[in-house]
């Protein structure tokens, strides 16, 4: 009997550390998350703010933009058939005009051709072409996978220096100020028309860019290279030197 009361003591003794220490990890994790929650909500809060002032007084409708050299169109969608999906018609749409209308003499399109099968910038030069702009006045930038990757591209590949950028209005002040920090004194036009082509559409994008400007900051922050590098490219200088 002495035994098992002395067996049956241990077990208990065993069981309440197992239990204080199962309390101890479930305290630390649920501290461990709500310092996480907070961290990442003020990085949001903090990169929001930062993306509102880099872009603050640099975003114009297309009439009133001011001139600049170079279009820099930012890459998105294009539909299975090689036809440029809404939202990038949009921006096309837009770069199209500043080039009518003298605001700029060239049009960088900048995109995802990290499949061969998905050109997102030979859809939009084909696009603008069709359009009536010339061939010789749109630059294709293969490796623009992302915001920060475009204009680190467009200043260090193909050496922009001043440019319009343009995308839709919900990622614009983003782009803007990316494109700044990277050294290119940018201004842009964003589309607003997309909008109505599909609410839901832009509702989430427009969530998303909370994310995306967090990681815009950590990007620039970090002066990452983009994913591709390589020689500098003169498409920019001899669409310039030809106007």
């Not at 002395?6 to 197992?18: D, E, F, K, P, Y």
């Not at 294709?140 to 922009?160: E, M, N, P, Q, W």
């Not at 036009?189 to 559409?201: I, K, M, P, Q, Y």
């Not at 994310?211 to 950590?218: N, R």
Request: positive net charge; charged residues 25%.
């Amino acid at each position: 009997m002495a035994c098992m009361a002395i067996r049956a003591s241990l077990t208990a003794r065993l069981r309440q550390v197992r239990d204080r220490g199962r309390g101890r990890w479930l305290r630390r994790a649920v501290l461990a998350g709500v310092l996480g929650v907070v961290l990442l909500t003020g990085g949001v809060w903090a990169s929001a703010s930062w993306i509102r002032s880099g872009a603050e007084g640099r975003t114009y409708p297309a009439a009133t933009v001011p001139d600049a050299p170079v279009a820099l169109v930012l890459g998105t969608r294009v539909r299975p058939d090689g036809t440029p999906a809404p939202f990038l018609a949009a921006r096309l749409e837009i770069a199209r005009e500043l080039y009518a209308t003298g605001k700029v003499q060239a049009i960088l399109v900048s995109g995802d051709n990290m499949r061969h099968e998905y050109n997102e910038p030979e859809a939009m030069q084909r696009w603008l072409v069709e359009q009536g702009v010339p061939a010789d006045k749109v630059v294709l930038d293969h490796a623009g996978f992302d915001t920060y990757d475009s204009c680190a591209r467009a200043k260090r590949i193909f050496g922009v220096e001043r440019a319009t950028v343009v995308t839709q209005q919900f990622h614009l002040a983003r782009a803007v100020t990316v494109c700044r920090h990277l050294g290119i004194d940018a201004n842009g036009v964003g589309d607003e028309t997309a909008r109505e082509l599909s609410h839901r559409t832009w509702r989430i994008s427009s969530v998303r860019e909370y994310g995306a400007g967090l990681k815009a900051a950590l990007d620039v922050l970090s002066r990452r290279d983009p994913v591709h590098l390589g020689n500098r490219e003169t498409g920019i200088d001899d669409a310039l030197r030809a106007s």
